[in-house]
């Protein structure tokens, strides 16, 4: 089960978390990734992380921009969102696989949480 928290509304340039709690199996079982999903489109990926934490993997549209990372003893993944911009403005949803590689596409991953509504207003 997963458990996103975290969205708003802040203006272009703000900064904003996303936490996500896992709960169920050990967390070195999984990758954990983000996703997110505007108005009108398709889902997209954003960032991924592996157990280790070592190799996130992130699109190119945040890279340098937001920092995805996480807690292992409190079984969290964070999303660090700074540099916010109008066109980040969606709805976020935190992702689990089991398994070691951080892939990127929706269908990689089995597990979802429901999404947070991220607003960034121009």
């Known amino acids: 089960q997963l458990q996103a928290s975290g969205g708003g509304l802040v203006q272009a340039g703000d900064s904003l978390r996303l936490s996500c709690a896992a709960s169920?199996?050990?967390?070195?079982?999984?990758?954990m990734a983000w996703f997110r999903q505007a108005p009108g489109k398709e889902r997209e990926f954003v960032a991924a992380i592996t157990w280790s934490g070592n190799v996130p993997v992130y699109a190119d549209s945040v890279k340098g921009r937001f920092t995805i990372s996480r807690d292992n003893a409190n079984n969290t993944v964070y999303l660090q969102m700074n540099s916010l911009k109008p066109e980040d403005t969606a709805v976020y949803y935190c992702?689990?696989?089991?398994?070691?590689?951080?892939?990127?596409?929706?269908?990689?991953?089995?597990?979802w949480g429901l999404g947070i509504q991220v607003t960034v207003s121009s």
């Open positions: 992702a689990a696989r089991y398994g070691s590689v951080a892939l990127t596409r929706t269908w990689n991953y089995a597990y």
């Open positions: 169920g199996r050990s967390p070195s079982d999984y990758v």
